[in-house]
T-cell receptor, first 114, second 114 residues
Framework: DAGVIQSPRHEVTEMGQEVTLRCKPI?????LFWYRQTMMRGLELLIY????????DSGMPEDRFSAKMPNASFSTLKIQPSEPRDSAVYFC????????????FGNGTRLTVT | GQQVMQIPQYQHVQEGEDFTTYCNSS?????IQWYKQRPGGHPVFLIQ?????EVKKQKRLTFQFGEAKKNSSLHITATQTTDVGTYFC??????????????FGQGTRLTINP
């Protein structure tokens, strides 16, 4: 199993541009999570899906952020328009459960907004 | 909402010394998970504890779950440079209504002087 696959690994963009982050979860995992990690705020859960349906998006910072999961093997996190304060490492993770099975994290996307 | 607090935030030790990080919750946890994140890497699942008073060992790592299931600890005996990284605990957020999710502590960053 290749694990959770995220792309791109690094993204540098200018303020105001649209950014799309991509994730392929581990096959068979029903849950997919998007996390953001910064020095100041640590690991923050942005949104998670169960069977492709968004369950909890209370962590999404504002309307500029949106996430979709069109099928069991693909999810996107979009930021439009991007701002410098969005600079962070964004992790995708997948699991068999929301809270009592191990989370398998991807390598992350390091986003820099200038 | 529920918080999972970790102490210390940082710990620097000499190689060969022991290391302990503590995790405390404001509410009883059904389970607790521990993750390790190497510098520049992604969080990797280490272990899950479920039972009150449970103790599990992985080589030089010892994990404990408190009797009241509100606290946990990770102890590393005779640290090695490969132990460098940030250690996170994570527990389910208790909700009266709505789906549960995993809440991560702030992490303890371990650095080691060889």
């Amino acid at each position: 199993d290749a694990g959770v696959i995220q792309s791109p690994r690094h993204e540098v963009t200018e303020m105001g541009q649209e950014v799309t982050l991509r994730c392929k979860p581990i096959s068979g995992h029903d849950y997919l999570f998007w996390y953001r990690q910064t020095m100041m705020r640590g690991l923050e859960l942005l949104i998670y899906f169960n069977n492709n349906v968004p369950i909890d998006d209370s962590g999404m910072p504002e309307d500029r952020f949106s996430a979709k999961m069109p099928n069991a093997s693909f999810s996107t996190l979009k930021i439009q328009p991007s701002e410098p304060r969005d600079s962070a490492v964004y992790f995708c993770a997948s699991s068999f459960s929301a809270y009592n099975s191990p989370l398998h994290f991807g390598n992350g996307t390091r986003l820099t907004v200038t | 909402g529920q918080q999972v607090m970790q102490i210390p935030q940082y710990q620097h030790v000499q190689e060969g010394e022991d290391f302990t990080t503590y995790c405390n919750s404001s509410t009883t946890l059904s389970n607790i998970q521990w993750y390790k994140q190497r510098p520049g890497g992604h969080p990797v699942f280490l272990i899950q504890l479920v039972k009150s008073g449970e103790v599990k060992k992985q080589k030089r790592l010892t994990f404990q779950f408190g009797e009241a299931k509100k606290n946990s600890s990770l102890h590393i005996t005779a640290t090695q440079t490969t132990d460098v990284g940030t250690y996170f605990c994570a527990g389910p957020e208790v909700r009266v209504q709505g789906a549960q999710k995993l809440v991560f502590g702030q992490g303890t960053r371990l650095t080691i002087n060889p």
